[in-house]
Every structure is written in structure tokens, then in C-alpha cells.
């Protein structure tokens, strides 16, 4: 995209479409932990009733920066929360945050 001549405006997206709960699954599951024990629903933030499905179309930045997505989003999911993670272990031994332990 940087290295284009022209600015152009451009989709980065992987195609797929994942719910909040199976996020949730994934990264509490990661760490050992059952999301339904720390997750509460709010009415007042879901998506208007006109939205019902979302997918991002990258087949412009596939076709003009030959892009293409590289990791799943599972191990996504994992990086995220290895960061995560880290920062939070960094941030205790700092006494900057709340205890955490890793269950996994």
C-alpha cells in the first residue's frame, strides 16, 4: 500500500466471519478459562437490527498488492493473548497491575 504511486483506499480482511462468542471461547480458552464466567451480554451494544452479517472483501488489496491473509484466525487469537499475557506479567512484576496467573 506504502509503496504505491497513487494513494488508494483498501480492505484488509481475511474473508471469514468469526461471532464475539467464539473470540471469547478462543482467548479465554487459551488461557484455561471458561468465558460464560466473565462475559455478560448487553442489549444495549449489539449491532443494529439492519446489520446482519459482516465480511470483509479484501479481493481489491488481492488483486492490486497481491495481499493475501497469513494467519488463521485461531493462531491469531493466540498471538493476541501472548501478548496480552506478557504485557500483564511485565506489567505485575512492575506493580503496575493485578495479579495474573496463566492456567494453561
Known amino acids: 500500500m506504502l509503496q504505491k504511486a497513487q494513494a488508494d483506499d483498501y480492505v484488509i480482511a481475511t474473508g471469514e466471519a468469526h461471532s464475539v462468542r467464539e473470540l471469547c471461547e478462543l482467548a479465554f480458552g487459551h488461557v484455561g478459562l471458561d468465558y460464560r464466567q466473565f462475559v455478560e451480554k448487553d442489549p444495549r451494544y449489539y449491532r443494529p437490527t439492519e446489520v446482519d452479517y459482516l465480511l ?6 488481492r488483486a492490486k498488492l ?3 491473509p497469513r494467519t488463521p484466525f485461531r493462531e491469531l487469537v493466540r498471538l493476541m493473548m501472548d501478548a496480552d499475557m506478557a504485557l500483564a506479567e511485565r506489567e505485575q512484576r512492575a506493580g503496575a497491575g493485578p495479579a495474573v496467573s496463566r492456567h494453561s
Open 56 to 61: 470483509g472483501d479484501a479481493s481489491k488489496a
Open 66 to 68: 497481491g495481499w493475501a
